[in-house]
């Protein structure tokens, strides 16, 4: 009953030092001791590693089993060098059942790219059958910012069309369309107007 509020407080280290937080999980009932064993885990877990937690919560531990096959299988998709292991991240405790996770740029000097997690109820709770499930959502501020920085964000000043084609009325539909598929088969790259538009705002729309 007092995990949701705990990961209320760890959510916080984001913004604030461990110390800021010591005394609120105090009030929380935690005995001095669990609270600095808490500390001391979140404080090490990325230098010290599974290992550390298999220590301190057992190996029989489902966490501790979940994350050392994930860890597992990032070593063997030969992406572990991109892993962290880090026990002070928290997502959305609403749905999450099991190992949550966030993205950052390489540096660290951006906030989080994405994040997600495990959510193996959610489909259950909107009335769906019982499955498994993951996944994750990003911010594409983020992401900009991110290629701005790199100098690799894409200008978009050409959209790359070679060619518009539009039918100036809707029996003409079948025609423009054979008209398309004839210039993408010579390759070019087409944008087929399908909308019902007036042909001054087609005119505008292939001189963008």
Not at 143 to 153: P, Q, S, W, Y
Request: aromatic share 8%; net charge negative.
């Amino acid at each position: 009953e007092k995990f949701a509020a705990t990961c209320v407080l760890v959510d916080k280290l984001e913004k604030v030092p461990l110390a800021a937080i010591q005394g609120e999980l105090e009030e929380l009932g935690l005995d001095q001791s669990v609270v600095e064993r808490l500390l001391d885990v979140m404080s090490t877990s990325a230098s010290k590693g599974i290992d550390y937690i298999k220590e301190v919560l057992g190996e029989e531990s489902q966490a501790v089993q979940q994350l050392s096959q994930l860890l597992d299988l990032c070593k063997a998709y030969g992406i572990e060098d991109w892993v962290v292991l880090d026990a002070t991240v928290v997502r959305g405790l609403a749905y999450y059942t099991g190992i949550v996770f966030e993205a950052f740029d390489r540096k660290g000097e951006l906030r989080a790219i994405a994040g997600g997690g495990r959510y193996d109820k959610l489909l259950e709770t909107f009335g769906g059958q019982p499955t498994p499930a993951a996944g994750f959502g990003f911010g594409d501020a983020v992401i900009v910012e991110l290629l701005k920085e790199r100098n690799i964000l894409p200008t978009f000043d050409a959209a790359g069309i070679d060619a518009v084609v539009f039918a100036m009325n809707p029996d003409l539909l079948p025609v423009a369309i054979d008209a398309a598929n004839k210039l993408r088969q010579g390759g070019l790259t087409v944008d087929l107007v399908l909308d019902k538009k007036k042909t001054k705002w087609v005119f505008k729309h292939a001189d963008r």
